[in-house]
């Protein structure tokens, strides 16, 4: 899973830049600024009421781990099966420690190492995961949904404004989350078949429209 997410990443950055790996793009800024998104969503404000809107941060999360994946790639720490096994290996590290369900805390804690040491820490990031919390099979969905509908978004004329976001009186956001979860996550092909059914379900659309 780890490895078809960097792959993905790897595609993705490259419709960027071809040669995105030596632009020296600070994904650690990105990162830590993130993190002050992600805590907005949750609330730290003590002079006011707020309610965490879950959903918010758990996307906050996925979008720092787009990142925080760019990161690893460039410095060569996911390139094979051994250093995806490695990154599993961290990931349980990162879970055991959850912080004690203090997602605040966790979040200061990723961003602190962040600054630090101008890089993406997996263990603390993964802390962040299991005090909020976000499971691995939730952001390997989410990670997906997301990069697949932003390459489809693409392939069908976003930048030129050819793309019609709302189909059959729905945003393509709400499209994909409807059609994921009829979907086999773990299907070695996922990302490749959740492409297909977009594809199908946009086609079906237009074709209605224009008819």
């Known amino acids: 899973m780890i490895l078809a997410m960097a792959k993905l990443q790897n595609a993705y950055n490259r419709q960027v830049h071809e040669q995105w790996e030596l ?8 990162i830590w600024v993130e993190c002050a998104e992600l805590l907005d969503h949750f609330g730290w404000k003590w002079w006011k009421h707020q309610v965490p809107d879950l959903a918010q941060s758990k996307l906050e999360l996925i979008d720092i781990w787009h990142f925080g994946l760019s990161d690893l790639i460039r410095a060569g720490h996911i390139s094979d099966s051994d250093i995806a096994d490695e990154t599993l290996r961290s990931i349980t590290a990162g879970i055991s420690m959850a912080n004690g369900g203090d997602l605040r805390g966790a979040v200061e804690d990723h961003a602190l190492v962040t600054l630090n040491s101008q ?90 429209n224009a008819s």
């Not at 993406?120 to 919390?133: E, G």
């Open 23 to 30: 632009q020296n793009y600070a994904y650690y800024r990105a």
């Open 119 to 208: 890089a993406f820490d997996i263990p603390t990031f993964f802390s962040m995961m299991s005090a909020l919390p976000l499971s691995f099979d939730e952001l390997y969905s989410g990670y997906i949904g997301k990069n697949v509908l932003n390459k489809f978004r693409q392939d069908n004329g976003y930048k030129t404004g050819d793309y019609l976001k709302n189909w059959d009186g729905l945003e393509d956001n709400e499209q994909l989350v409807a059609i994921s979860s009829t979907m086999d996550l773990h299907h070695k092909n996922y990302p490749e078949r959740l492409y297909q059914a977009l594809d199908q379900q946009y086609k079906a659309s237009t074709r209605s």
